[in-house]
């Protein structure tokens, strides 16, 4: 079965750009959620889809949003970069959520805004 | 708020040493808890779960007990591995698929 799959795997852009990141959940998984993670901040959640309607969302600015497509497979968007946004971007899916069906994460997006 | 407080590594060992990561943490109510490992250039991977208290979750040589009353979930193996150099991450799950992860604690064994 084929794991979480991201891309591209890495991003350059420049601050006011936006940028868009795609994740491909294993075959089956129905939620999908998106961690952003920085040396300094470690690992914070950004937001979670489930059958295309976002359930959960992190404490990030509106600038962060994303959106899930009929076949799971899921988008972020980040709008207007700021340096800050440089960090690891993990997506995460799993059958319904937390309990039973624990998360499985992708190899993640490095973005770098300059 | 929900909080984990892990120990600050690196954590440095020879091999076949005895293996502590501690992790405590701050929730309202009863919530699963984890360990997840993130090898270098990876996402990261489920090491292993406990969702109520009393539980001991294992995987690979790992154990974690979930302790209710001193709110805590410590990372042990017997015997470590130059193939367990890692960094891990405890969490914890209040609601579905929001986890909220330590800081992370790098392992470095060497043999």
């Known amino acids: 079965k084929a794991g979480v799959t991201q891309t591209p795997r890495y991003l350059i852009k420049t601050r006011g750009q936006q940028v868009t990141l795609s994740c491909s959940p294993i075959s089956g998984h129905r939620s999908v959620s998106w961690y952003q993670q920085t040396p300094g901040q470690g690992l914070q959640f950004l937001f979670e889809y489930f059958s295309e309607t976002q359930r959960n969302k992190g404490n990030f600015p509106g600038r962060f949003s994303g959106r899930q497509f009929s076949n799971s497979r899921s988008e972020m968007n980040v709008s207007t970069l700021e340096l800050g946004d440089s960090a690891l971007y993990l997506c995460?899916?799993?059958?319904?959520?937390?309990?039973?069906?624990?998360?499985?994460f992708g190899n993640g997006t490095r973005l770098t805004v300059t | 708020g929900n909080s984990v407080t892990q120990m600050e590594g690196p954590v440095t060992l020879s091999e076949e040493a005895f293996l502590t990561i501690n992790c405590t943490y701050t929730?309202?109510?009863?919530?699963?808890l984890f360990w997840y490992v993130q090898y270098p250039g990876e996402g990261l991977q489920l090491l292993l779960k406990a969702t109520k208290a009393d539980d001991k979750g294992s995987n690979k040589g790992f154990e974690a007990t979930y302790r209710k009353e001193t709110t805590s979930f410590h990372l042990e193996k017997g015997s470590v591995q130059v193939s367990d150099s890692a960094v891990y991450f405890c969490?914890?799950?209040?609601?579905?698929?929001?986890?909220?992860f330590g800081k992370g604690t790098m392992l470095l064994v060497s043999p």
């Open positions: 969490a914890l799950d209040p609601a579905r698929s929001t986890l909220t």
């Open positions: 929730a309202t109510g009863y919530p699963s």
């Open positions: 995460a899916s799993s059958l319904e959520g937390q309990g039973d069906s624990p998360l499985h």
